[in-house]
């Protein structure tokens, strides 16, 4: 029912891996027509940062503290938003929020929880 959500957390020991899924609702979300589709976080006590964004261009970037660790994909055929996380840390510990920006709008998810620990 929602426009965008997240799926996919939980809780996984240092050196784990997870995947976490953004679906997108095609007809007011459509992925192949919009402009930014990114993963954010936040830890407690902790800003909103920005993990990991492609853009409608297919490029990449990410957070330094993620670097060579996260991938980002999508999928346009299911209108959907992947974070693929390697060799977590319990600092990768947050709330997981998938954004997606079409022309003058910007959607959020709820979040969804990622706990690396031992």
């Known amino acids: 029912q929602a426009l965008v959500e997240e799926s996919g957390g939980g809780l996984v020991q240092p050196g784990g891996s997870l995947r976490l899924s953004c679906t997108a609702e095609?007809?007011?979300?459509?992925?192949?027509?919009?402009?930014?589709m990114a993963w954010y976080r936040q830890a407690p006590g902790q800003q909103r940062e920005l993990v990991a964004r492609?853009?409608?261009?297919?490029?990449?970037n990410y957070a330094t503290s993620v670097e060579g660790r996260f991938t980002i994909s999508r999928d346009l055929a299911a209108n959907m938003v992947y974070l693929q996380m390697n060799s977590l840390k319990p600092e990768d510990t947050a709330v997981y929020y998938c954004?997606?920006?079409?022309?003058?709008?910007?959607?959020w998810g709820q979040g969804t929880q990622v706990s690396v620990s031992s």
């Open positions: 954004n997606v920006v079409r022309f003058e709008n910007s959607y």
């Open positions: 492609i853009l409608g261009s297919g490029a990449t």
């Open positions: 095609r007809t007011s979300v459509n992925l192949l027509t919009s402009s930014s």
